[in-house]
């Protein structure tokens, strides 16, 4: 089994050459120093965070480290989310198995320099773990399997707060009888009569997904209808539901592309138009398919789509579709299709691959924890020339 891996890894990066050739030369940050790289943040359209094991980093597009943070008490907890939450300020978001969640706020200097703002801050009455905490403008969320918990920023001249909210999205807001399993949340804005809104995504292991429509006012959100994406109605009910991406969405439809497990290697692409809170309609757009099965959510940018797939050897491999979306509200006349990636990226085994977009259709890559890459969207640019 692990020899098929090997050799398949082997092929696999035979045919990456074409791709790698169009690579700068990759940058190695002191493993020491840095420790692993964990996940990433854009802060700009030249700007990226990197968070890794014991500091932050702030690279831009040449990969230039323009400056790092420290991170309190990485040698008792695990810090594993970044997220920005305004063009000045970024969470770095750290838990300890059993204990409550905690963020960290950095607040930019200048252009290039961030420093820690006010002390680090617990979310109230979690004391659990949690699969992940982020958010949006003022409002947070912590991600558990059986509920979404909102919570709200508060921010002073010098410190700031978490407070807690009446909305738990749960099993009872759902309307569900049987427990429910979230596995992620995505969300993305939409406007509608000069109103800003936002559609989330809670990804549900069986079910597929619920959709939940909330306003935006002073910066925070409000829920105010839901439903469900009820995939076994369209799908063989032995899929698995694991984290998505919103490619576009207006108030009553969207498209979607779900991490799946349980179909080979295949990541499917939607069409959910939301006729009434307890009907939802689902085209089949896309099969993206790849050689091993896909790791977190998938990423965008314009019209691509990268999604990451790893094998049980940590060896991962990103592969880059080019892929038409249409506005969400257009009809839809496409026929399900099979995908198969234009570009195609390599790394032997890691814990947690960095991957991100940048613009001039450029990919950042991360080679065994602490090296960065960044990379032409060769065959991208041969298709669209
Ligand atoms: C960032 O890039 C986007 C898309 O290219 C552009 O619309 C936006 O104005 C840019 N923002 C800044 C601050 O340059
Ligand atoms: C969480 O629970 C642990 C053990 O029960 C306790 O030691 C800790 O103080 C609690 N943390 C918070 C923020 O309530
Ligand atoms: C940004 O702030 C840092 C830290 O205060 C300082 O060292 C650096 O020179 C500043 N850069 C610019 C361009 O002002
Ligand atoms: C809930 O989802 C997780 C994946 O996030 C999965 O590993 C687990 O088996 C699921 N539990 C049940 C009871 O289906
Ligand atoms: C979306 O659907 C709701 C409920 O059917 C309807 O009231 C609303 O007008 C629709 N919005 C748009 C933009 O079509």
Redesign the pocket.
């Known amino acids: 089994m692990i020899l098929l891996y090997i050799l398949s890894f082997i092929v696999i990066l035979s045919n990456a050459q074409k791709s790698l050739a169009f690579c700068d030369e990759y940058i190695e940050f002191d493993l020491d120093y840095f420790g692993k790289f964990i996940s990433n943040a854009k802060l700009s359209n030249t700007t990226d965070a990197i968070l890794a094991e014991k500091r932050v980093l702030i690279v831009d597009e040449d990969l230039n480290l323009l400056s790092s943070l420290s991170i309190p008490k990485t040698q008792t907890h695990d810090c594993l989310w970044i997220f920005k939450q305004s063009s000045e300020v970024f969470f770095v978001g750290c838990q300890k198995n059993g204990e409550a969640p905690y963020l960290i706020a950095y607040k930019s200097i200048n252009e290039t320099h961030y420093s820690q703002f006010g002390n680090i801050v617990y979310f109230p009455n979690i004391n659990e773990t949690v699969?992940r905490v982020t958010g949006i403008q003022n409002t947070l969320f912590t991600i558990q399997?059986k509920k979404v918990t909102l919570f709200t920023l508060v921010w002073s001249a010098s410190d700031w707060s978490i407070k807690t909210t009446q909305n738990v999205f749960d099993k009872n807001y759902f309307a569900r009888t049987a427990e429910i399993?979230i596995?992620d949340i995505a969300y993305e804005p939409y406007s509608q009569d000069n109103l800003q809104y936002y559609k989330l995504i809670v990804v549900e292991?069986?079910l597929g997904a619920f959709w939940v429509d909330t306003l935006i006012k002073n910066n925070i959100i409000t829920p105010f209808r839901n439903g469900l994406i009820n995939m076994p109605n369209v799908f063989v009910s032995s899929l698995?539901y694991?984290s998505a991406v919103i490619h576009s969405t207006t108030q009553n439809a969207s498209y979607i592309t779900f991490t799946v497990f349980g179909m080979d290697y295949t990541d499917i692409s939607i069409k959910a138009v939301y006729v009434t809170t307890s009907t939802t309609t689902i085209t089949h757009n896309y099969n993206l398919n790849g050689p091993w099965a896909s790791w977190g959510p998938p990423i965008k940018f314009a019209n691509l789509q990268g999604i990451l797939r790893r094998n049980i050897l940590k060896q991962s491999i990103f592969n880059v579709f080019n892929i038409l979306i249409p506005v969400a509200q257009n009809e839809n006349t496409l026929s399900a299709t099979t995908y198969d990636p234009v570009d195609t990226f390599t790394s032997p085994p890691q814990d947690y691959p960095i991957y991100y977009f940048n613009r001039g259709y450029r990919v950042v890559h991360s080679i065994e924890n602490n090296k960065l890459q960044s990379c032409d969207l060769y065959n991208y640019k041969l298709q669209t020339e």
């Open positions: 699969i399997s399993n596995t292991f069986k698995q694991n």
